[in-house]
């Protein structure tokens, strides 16, 4: 049994904070690398892939 009744608010916001602190990381960090793999091999600028 816990010591302390803090209830499900706190539980609720402790998990929203997380949230929002972790999305953004998931979000962003799979799309910088595709950005900077594109980046080095100069397909940003909407060239043609050439072989």
Same mark, same amino acid.
């Given at each position: 049994? +816990? &010591? /302390?009744?803090?209830?499900?608010?706190?539980?609720?916001?402790?998990?929203?904070?997380?949230?929002?602190?972790?999305? +953004? &990381? /998931?979000?962003?960090?799979?799309?910088?690398?595709?950005?900077?793999?594109?980046?080095?091999?100069?397909?940003?600028?909407?060239?043609?892939?050439?072989?």
């Amino acid at each position: 049994m +816990p &010591l /302390t009744d803090t209830g499900a608010g706190e539980e609720f916001y402790s998990t929203a904070i997380g949230a929002t602190i972790l999305q +953004p &990381l /998931t979000v962003w960090i799979p799309f910088g690398m595709v950005w900077w793999i594109r980046r080095q091999f100069g397909l940003n600028e909407g060239e043609e892939i050439t072989l």
